[in-house]
């Protein structure tokens, strides 16, 4: 099974902490909304940092 990070926009109040805590899965889109890079499979300590770092708790791992 894959997992994929998952961000719940509605609680996001961007602060751009996940993407400097991983900038491979993480960017900010034209709009200035938190986006998860398709990837084939995503680093798990920096992502998992992204989680641990996020002031608004709204990141979590799904598996496909």
Do not use: T
């Amino acid at each position: 099974m894959m997992k994929r990070p998952i961000v719940e926009l509605s609680d996001c109040i961007r602060c751009e902490v996940c993407v400097a805590a991983c900038p491979a899965a993480f960017r900010m889109n034209d709009a200035g909304f938190v986006e998860v890079i398709d990837l084939s499979a995503y680093p798990d300590d920096e992502v998992n940092e992204a989680i641990r770092d996020c002031p608004a708790d709204c990141i979590r791992w799904e598996e496909e």
